[in-house]
């Protein structure tokens, strides 16, 4: 069982940055791809940025430039730094761990508030 918990949300204003951790455990962490996901109400999760466990990275078009994915494979870390924030990057921002041998072994973190405002 794998368990994920996301930090670092909260409210800051446009053109500033945060950086979102994600803890997570149990075993083989480096058989995971890892990402982070956001949703707005009412509508669709969507996937903003992903890492595979050798650090190759993909992100939608509306991160690249500005968001920047990573992790520790020593420490079953995943972290999305945020720079140039706007206020439509707001959502609930969700990790993800996806195991890339049993792509149904799949779980998700219980998401982290981002606020863009002035």
């Known amino acids: 069982q794998v368990q994920l918990v996301e930090s670092g949300g909260g409210l800051v204003q446009p053109g500033g940055s945060l950086t979102l951790s994600c803890a997570v455990s149990g075993n083989s962490f480096s058989r995971y791809v890892m990402g982070w996901h956001r949703q707005t109400p009412g509508k669709q999760r969507e996937l903003v940025a992903v890492i595979s466990s050798g650090g190759s990275t993909n992100y939608a078009d509306s991160a690249k430039g500005r968001f920047t994915i990573s992790r520790d494979n020593a420490k079953n870390m995943v972290y999305l730094q945020m720079n140039s924030l706007k206020p439509e990057d707001t959502a609930v921002y969700y990790c993800?761990?996806?195991?890339?041998?049993?792509?149904?072994?799949?779980?998700w973190g219980q998401g982290t508030q981002v606020t863009v405002s002035s």
């Open positions: 993800n761990a996806k195991n890339v041998v049993v792509p149904r072994m799949e779980y």
